[in-house]
């Protein structure tokens, strides 16, 4: 059996009030967020919200996202991130490092994959979680508790102990006497915007003396997604376009 949830994030303001929700149905979701954060906050919190609530399942666990920084930070860019001590290629810190540590305790030994869906397209999932996670954005906009949702109904009694006791911002500590397990992490995603270039070509950037301007219309799709590339290299969305060049 798999479980398919879909995971989305909200911020009115990016960073401002924002919200986070997981959804699998009417009687299985949750929702939450913050009077200030982003987007990409939001996406990282719905997923490990998500990974906490199904602890202990025996079930492989389908995640749907429209968010690519979720997903690739997740299944592509983690790996180098704690090799270099979560720094980037560029010396400087990973952002949401908490979540993403969060996240890659959560999964270790979980059966998880991940699929990329298109957002405001029409899936019914994606579609559910973006609306809780928007009303929970504009909850805090203005200074009221958010519908939090039923959680995870489905779990046994030992799934809803041990997603009780997992702790909100991070994972718990492992035995250090415990053998490590590697998660089996997969994905659908295709075509990402980039992935492993975004690394190749951090030391190439260098300011022009003589700029000459380009404009460029993008869809509302490609600027959400370049948007996420360059948070999550913390770098400008000029300087994410530079970098294509």
Known sequence: MTITAAA??????????????????????AAGGSPHG??????LRAVLELLQATAGISEKLM????????????TKWMPGWKRKGWRKSDGGPVLNRDLLEGIDEAILGRDVEFSWVKGHAGHPLNEAADERANAAAKAYQAKQEPRRGPGFTMATDAG????????I?????RDADAPAVSPTITTTVSEPLWAEASDLLDSLYAPVDDPIEVRLALSSDEHARLRDRAEAQGITLEEALRRLI
């Open 8 to 29: 989305d994030g909200s911020a009115l303001g990016n960073p401002g009030p924002n919200g986070w929700a997981w959804y699998i149905d009417d009687a299985n979701w």
């Open 38 to 43: 982003t987007n990409n906050q939001g996406e």
């Open 63 to 74: 995640i749907e996202c429209d968010s690519r920084y979720v997903i690739d930070s997740v």
């Open 160 to 167: 809803a102990a041990a997603a009780a006791s997992a702790p």
């Open 169 to 173: 911002a991070a994972a718990a500590t």
